[in-house]
């Protein structure tokens, strides 16, 4: 497929998405938005894709929202139309089969940091920063801002990032656990590449099964969480990967997981 605001590329098991509107520094448009859930969608039919990486390039890895298209919404009607855009590209990375990672140097802001939330890990170089800027604009962030971010660090820091509308570092969206790992600069993409070798390693429909298990529960009650982890794990119990995994651990050998 050809994209005109993202690139696609591979890269071994890696399936590389990065933001291509250098000049709007990779502020995401509603083209932009279709176009990563189409690429989604690709990585998710080809097996041997192992994992996605989003990223947007050395200096910005998305600003927020496309701000001329924002401008233009006129009343609730249109902006619940715009922000469902929003929504279906969030859900599109969350239920994603496989693991998705942030890999993000430089700016970070608002309707990108959503972005970033919703997928399943982040790792950052030194020099990038975060921020939800909403309350500068007047507006709040409606791109799942209000409820992944305390959901990830907490509600009074999540709070307190949102209160100020300021930016802050990578080293302190480390230390509050708002990125997995911290990498030097230049560096966030090479990482994430890294972790992808790790996964490649993994047997897919268990990374599939856990994800679904961590997002889906943390929805529900501990008790029907339970319940569905041990649906997860018993449906896990009839592949071949379940065996082909244990065959392989005690006969000690590398296993040949086929996602069956």
Known sequence: MSYQTIRVERDAAAAIITFNRPERRNAVSTQAMSEIIAACREAEADDNVRAVILT????????????????????????????????????????????????????????????????????????SSFAITSSKIGTVAGAGGTQRLPRIVGPARALEIMFAAEPIDAAEAYRIGLINRLTPKGGALAEAKAMVKVYEQRAPLSLAFVKRAVHRGMQMDLASSIEFETFLVTTIYGTEDRLEGIGAFLEKRPASFRGR
């Open 56 to 127: 947007g390039g050395d200096a910005y890895f998305s600003a927020g929202a496309d701000l001329n298209e924002a401008r233009a919404i006129k009343g609730a009607a249109e902006g619940v139309a715009y922000f469902n855009k929003w929504h279906a590209l969030n859900e599109a990375l969350e239920t994603l089969r496989k693991p998705v990672i942030a890999a993000i140097e430089g700016f970070c802001m608002t309707g990108g940091l959503e972005l970033a939330l919703a997928c399943d890990l982040r790792v950052a170089a030194e020099g």
